[in-house]
């Protein structure tokens, strides 16, 4: 039986998007997306905005079997699998032998583990293991278990990776068994236990964190818990045995060990207890509510509110992208305007607040992600082409930056003129921020970094922001003195 025809491609994406296709068509080499070399039998290319995946014969029988089953349907109605249909005739290819061509629905946007708060993880784990379970129950398994596969509509996860779901063999073990463990599980396991954000490992080794450097890391107490044991140290000493055999050895032990359907599903009904229960060791933040509670009076409050209100109801937006949004205010209020809010910010726990929110509530017009502005994710992996810049996959139509510029120029050293160029290159219009000298948040940091921001003033503002910005509009507090501009990039269109 067919799987239904699903709505995938042009009309999937944000009206207006322009995320998730690479900047330059051969990224990849030969069209393909850059990271797709992985799996040489079924790799992406993109065209006119459409997500394509060429198959080889083995892939495109794989699809084939798949397809033939009840739950893929089911999968993608409920949005759990991204919308999926092979495409007869198939567009033009790029080179190579291949059979068959799919077509995938475009997620809004593509992120990172790496860019991932703990309780975002640590839910796309428990996904990955729900998932496995109901395919285990239909006959099928997972090959490939890496959190790359999982892509999120705001707070709601979906798997994107259809040809990595293959059919059961009995006696086969799960084979991303060491990619869950690695990707999923020990950065878990890292930051409840240490306090450490697992964002950094996850940038630094994008595969994840072995079993044995995880290890190495724990304190005792957490190596004597049985789930430690079973997933990290006894893990971590097969592995080390498995690496130093050859690939026909492995296999046979593996065959000879006769692994059970009911085996794997009580492994994964343990993963998915140890996992359920992780925390953060510590959520605590040193700006978390700083954007609710900046020092303005009611009434400033208010003005704020209303000035970002405006802008934003002046025209629907695809894309806005909020930068140092803290626990998501504006975030929250820019979603009634837009198809889509990236929210950025480098506090951890701040972004773990609204992502917790935007689950809890439904909003799935939010994407909250950890990301350091001065520091954002590069472009890493194979010639620096297999995970694109963070701000090459964010092209809004509207920026904000409230309660930023201070922290960037005066906290980071980061040059006004220079900010203003990258706010001009960065959106078509921006919303921004500037607090006076005199602003008790802004003293605070010039008393951090003597001689640090000595030019900094909202006349220095007024001076620079015309060299590339026009103002649309301006206001200024009553009563804590900081301005509001509305901007149109002179460089960029899309502006009103």
Known sequence: MAPPRCAVGRGAAPRGARLTVPPRADRGGQGFDGGSYRDPSARVFFADGRVYRALRRDALDRWRELAAAPLLGELMGQG????TELLDPAPPLPPGDWAGCLEHERVPFVSYPCEWSFARLRDGAVFVLDLLAELLAAGFTLRDATPLNVQWRGARPVFIDVPSIERWREGEPWLGYRQFCE??????LFEASRGVGLQGWLRGEPEGMTSADLAALLPLREKLRPAVIAHVLLHAKSQARFDRLAGAEVGRELAAAGFSKQLILANLRGLRRLVGRLEPRSRTSAWAGYGEDPGYSAADSAAKLEFVERALASRRRAVVLDLGS?????????AGHADLV???DADRAAVDELYRRTRRDGENRVLALVADLVNPTPGIGWRNRERQPLLERARPDLA?????AHHLVIGRNVPIVELVDWLAELAPETILEIAPREDPRVQMLLGRRPGVGDDWSVARFDEMLPRRLTILRRTQFADGGRTLYHLRSRDLEGGP
């Open 326 to 334: 803290n626990t998501g205010t504006y975030s929250l209020a820019a």
């Open 183 to 188: 990707g999923f599980l020990n950065p878990l």
């Open 342 to 344: 990236v929210a950025l």
């Open 400 to 404: 904000l930056a409230l309660a930023l």
């Open 80 to 83: 759990r699998l991204v919308a």
